[in-house]
């Protein structure tokens, strides 16, 4: 934005959409600073509360996210290209799909690529009757993370994109959240209701992606550790966290097509490293066929498992697995689906569900396939003692656990300990670019606007990385953690809302797309 950059940082603040989100943070921080108990109490009832009065609606409403993407992608509305007929991609379909990886849960199957597998093989969930550490729990272990991790979350993203992009680019809308409710309550959604909106969505994203850097942080803290007998001390954190910070702020400082592309590429990269050597030096045969299983397994139980709260059991598994994670993912929603807009541009809306929804979750089907099945199998037939050692050090050195059973460990743990870095980078510097442009005034009015301003860039990247530091030596991240997923609940109501409003605005084409694009094929698949 080449304007607001010769002013000055203060002029360039849309005060009325960065204040709000700024004090709660900062309460937030104090308040864990001075009393990390109550402030992790508070958090945890409020969480508690949510999740035993409403588990029902996370239920029915992330599954109802996922069916709304698939609507309009297979829809003719799917045919719409976003920025116009005319409108040119910026990306291609690999730099696409990686960006989109890593900017969606690409840490989390790092963390979670063994942790989760192995804790559902030692522990199932009581309805399924299956006992622990067994044939049966081992097979469906896999399944269920496989649940957790593919459709369901990136249906809550791209269920936020759809909206945003088709009113930023088509309707020229400004670049914000609640720009999406436009078509339900018009001019308000520009007052203080708009901003509030915009506020809620970003004290979470800020609060996720702080306790995100702090848990990642223990992760390579814990590679360290495992691999060089590093001792995980603040200074050990701290050092971490300012590479980590120092690296995303920069990329994003040089914008979608340099810095966050490279990143998202080279991290793919190392995803499929890791992945086929885990396959050609692993127990092959069985992994290709776990796989295959477990993906039929998932495919077949999916209705089940995305409707089951186990109300006559009244086990808190639902609740502390697949309510908690959409929660979460519901937070991050709506600041991540405006991100995935602005790889978005030129692309149809078919597109858009195809790369951000149905790639990255066929990769998360594999990717959970292979580091589940292996770990697993290491673990039952061979006794490799990778659930001792996750008891004994904590979730963050499973990965580096299953590794160490494999040739050339101390190299492989070194790809993994980058693979989280730049996950967790790439997710980072994208969340900061946008951020940066929901508080800038007048981001998006004209054509040259593509990136916000740097100061307000590196202002917000520095912050998290502060904030991120502060809470991990407080211990006071799992309570933000907790009240960030708190927030999940609104944004629920939130996205709901932003569906329905789409599918009202594309009843009326001809008046809402500025671009001409509203001439929609209807030899294609009906609504």
């Known amino acids: 934005m080449k304007k607001a950059e010769k002013t000055s940082f203060f002029k360039m603040i849309n005060k009325s959409v960065f204040i709000p989100p700024a004090l709660v943070v900062v309460a937030a921080v104090l308040f864990g600073l001075l009393n990390s108990k109550a402030f992790e109490k ?112 990136y249906g809550i993203y791209v269920s936020a994109a759809i909206p945003c992009a088709y009113f930023f680019y088509n309707c020229k809308k400004p670049f914000r959240v609640s720009t999406s409710l436009y078509p339900l309550v018009g001019e308000k959604i520009f007052t203080n209701f708009g901003n509030y909106i915009d506020g809620l969505a970003i004290f979470a994203i800020v609060g996720g992606i702080a306790t995100s850097l702090g848990f990642g942080t223990m992760q390579i803290g814990g590679g360290l550790n495992f691999l060089w007998g590093i001792e995980p001390t603040k200074f050990t954190w701290l050092a971490i966290i300012l590479i980590l910070t120092f690296v995303y702020t920069m990329s994003s400082y040089t914008g979608l097509q340099r810095g966050i ?97 149905i790639a990255p979750s066929a990769f998360g089907l594999i990717w959970f396939g292979v580091f589940g099945s292996s770990s697993i199998y290491l673990e039952h037939f061979k006794n490799a003692g990778i659930e001792k050692i996750i008891s004994e050090k904590g979730l963050e050195v499973s990965l580096f656990a299953l590794l160490e059973q494999f040739p050339l460990a101390s190299f492989t743990m070194i790809i993994g300990m980058l693979a989280v870095a730049i996950s967790f980078i790439t997710l980072a510097n994208g969340m900061t670019s946008t951020i940066a442009a929901m508080t800038t005034i007048g981001f998006g009015k004209s054509k040259e606007d593509v990136e916000a301003p740097a100061p307000m860039k590196i202002f917000w990247g520095c912050s998290m990385g502060l904030l991120s530091y502060v809470l991990l030596i407080s211990g006071g991240a799992s309570a933000l953690q907790t009240s960030v997923i708190v927030c999940g609940l609104p944004m629920l109501i939130l996205q709901l809302a932003m569906g329905i409003g789409f599918i009202k605005t594309m009843k009326n084409l001809k008046s809402s797309d500025l671009t001409s694009e509203f001439i929609v094929k209807r030899d294609t698949a009906g609504m």
Request: glycine share 8%; with cysteine.
């Open 42 to 153: 508070g958090a945890a009832i409020a969480l508690n509360w949510t999740l035993k009065y409403f588990s029902w609606f996370y239920a029915f409403g992330a599954t109802v996210l996922l069916a709304f993407c698939l609507w309009a992608g297979l829809s003719r509305y799917g045919n719409i290209r976003l920025g116009g007929p005319d409108a040119k991609p910026e990306l291609s379909n690999f730099s696409w799909f990686a960006i989109s990886l890593c900017a969606g849960i690409a840490v989390g199957i790092v963390f979670y690529g063994v942790a989760e597998p192995m804790a559902h093989y030692t522990n199932p969930p009581s309805f399924l009757g299956f006992e622990p550490r067994s044939l049966e729990s081992g097979r469906h272990a896999i399944r269920l993370s496989m649940f957790h991790w593919t459709l369901h979350t």
């Open 261 to 357: 592309k490279f990143l998202g590429e080279i991290n793919a990269y190392l995803y499929f490293f890791l992945i086929l050597f885990i396959i050609f030096f692993g127990p092959t045969v069985h992994i290709l066929d776990s796989i295959v299983t477990s993906i039929g397994d998932y495919l077949s139980n999916l209705t089940f498992m995305s409707f089951n709260l186990d109300p006559m059991g009244k086990s808190t598994w639902p609740s502390d697995y697949s309510i908690f994670y959409w929660a979460w993912w519901l937070a991050f929603a709506p600041i991540v689906g405006l991100f995935l807009v602005r790889c978005a541009y030129g692309r149809t809306i078919r597109e858009m569900v195809l790369v951000n929804l």
